[in-house]
């Protein structure tokens, strides 16, 4: 494996962070293991890195129950396809994807936007799978014009994805210095969370956000 996978041990719930290597910026996948099925998070820039967090997440014995995309940015969705399993996004970034087209890879090779394009609208407040509470909020102005931000609140467990990089220079994409600064601070605010899961780089805690 080329990437790295951190494990943590929340009870009922297992997190398993993949990072890519440094060639794609650490970028993480995401796998949430409840009791009888792993729910992935993000599909990483190149096939080959989702084709190892696929890999280690077949591992765990349990089927993959969905690929939940955070925001449009090809790091976090180019692998989709791979992961076989419908893929769940906010409308509003479905249609930042659409938007955006076929992704381009510094290979050359062309990913087709029919391979990795939302198909069940994930609708912001909160949802049980397989016993396990997530929250589901839309955060506009971050890194991306939209993003989606994932809390486990019985576990302590907040799924910032690209709101926070972890020991990684930071890419604003959306170029929206103040936006992204006034959702960190709303984070940081946040009181109930001691793991933190970034889109670039390993899981930490509240002190990513200083």
Do not use: C
């Not at 650490?26 to 990483?44: F, G, M």
């Not at 984070?187 to 109930?192: F, I, N, Q």
């Amino acid at each position: 494996m080329n990437g790295t996978v951190t494990v943590l041990d929340k009870g009922a719930v297992r997190i398993h962070s993949y990072m890519s290597p440094a060639d794609t910026f650490h970028t993480t996948t995401q796998l949430i293991e409840t009791p009888a099925r792993v729910i992935a998070i993000d599909a990483q820039l190149l096939p080959a890195y989702a084709d190892e967090a696929i890999a280690y997440a077949k591992g765990l014995g349990k089927p993959i129950d969905r690929l939940i995309v955070t925001h449009a940015h090809p790091d976090h969705y180019n692998g989709a396809a791979h992961f076989g399993v419908p893929v769940h996004a906010l409308a509003q970034v479905r249609e930042q994807i659409i938007a955006r087209g076929d992704s381009h890879l510094p290979t050359g090779q062309v990913i087709p936007l029919s391979e990795f394009t939302p198909s069940v609208a994930i609708i912001p407040g909160t949802e049980v799978i397989d016993g396990v509470t997530f929250v589901f909020e839309a955060v506009s102005g971050g890194e991306a014009a939209d993003e989606l931000l994932i809390k486990l609140p019985d576990q302590r467990v907040l799924i910032a994805q690209d709101l926070v990089y972890n020991g990684v220079h930071l890419y604003l994409g959306n170029n929206d210095i103040t936006g992204w600064q006034q959702a960190v601070d709303a984070l940081a605010a946040e009181s109930g969370y001691d793991t933190i899961l970034a889109g670039h780089g390993a899981p930490t805690g509240p002190e990513v956000y200083q």
